[in-house]
């Protein structure tokens, strides 16, 4: 079946270290992948996002990468710090409209 | 803040209620899309719009919920006959018709059932 996963349920990381959080999927058609940050009870943010035709995409501290031969993507975020503890998911824009969700990475940032 | 608004931002009530939720979008965004969020998971699509036109529902939008957006600016989601197991975050997200697919999402509305 069609699945967008998480290797990892939770990732504790020192304050100024960078991290990285995997996500594995597994329709090969999937063209574009989003990032969402979500803090506790509020909505997911929009980190980044990147589509099939690239492997590779920066933003401010943070880069996806896309490994389209194991279906597998990643958000690294650099030089972390307290405001990046969150629960992260990948998401799948599936062709036409909706979104499919992993079950996201909780980061949480130590001092 | 993203733009998109969702009210109100907790609902309490007991089983057997109707409950209604409103979303209003970024302005120009022509697509609007309701996902159900419950402890520890990630959002699940339920339906989506294009303007007026509501052009995809999940399965898992059974008969006792629908969703209106008459004049393709906000959007409203009805719970009829709640039940324990429809207690979730409902989100709220618009988009625009071009490209691809940047969901912008609300604050969602945190919906207990007693």
């Known amino acids: 079946g069609e699945s967008v996963g998480l290797h990892l349920p939770t990732l504790s990381v020192q304050e100024g270290d960078n991290s990285i959080i995997n996500c594995a999927y597994s329709?090969?058609?999937?063209?574009?992948f989003i990032w969402y940050k979500q803090e506790s009870g509020k909505g997911p943010q929009f980190i980044i996002d990147?589509?099939?035709?690239?492997d590779k995409r920066q933003g401010q501290r943070v880069t996806v990468l896309l490994n389209k031969t194991v279906k597998h993507l990643s958000l690294q975020i650099a030089a972390t710090q307290p405001g990046d503890s969150a629960v992260y998911f990948c998401?799948?824009?599936?062709?036409?409209?909706?979104?499919?969700f992993g079950q996201g990475t909780r980061l949480t940032i130590n001092p | 803040d993203t733009g998109v608004s969702q009210d109100p931002r907790h609902k309490i009530t007991k089983r057997g209620q109707n409950v209604t939720f409103r979303c209003d979008p970024i302005?120009?965004?022509?697509?609007l899309y309701w996902y159900r969020q419950t402890l520890g998971q990630g959002p699940e699509f339920l339906t989506y719009f294009q303007n007026e036109a509501q052009l995809e529902k999940s399965r898992l939008l059974s008969d006792r919920f629908s969703a209106e957006r008459p004049k393709g600016s906000f959007s409203t989601l009805e719970i009829q006959r709640t039940e324990q197991g429809d207690s979730a975050m409902y989100l709220c997200a618009s988009s625009q018709v071009s490209g691809y697919n940047e969901q912008f999402f609300g604050p969602g509305t945190r919906l207990t059932v007693l």
């Open positions: 302005s120009e965004h022509n697509r």
């Open positions: 329709n090969s058609a999937s063209d574009y």
């Open positions: 990147i589509r099939s035709n690239m």
């Open positions: 998401a799948e824009n599936k062709g036409a409209q909706k979104l499919v």
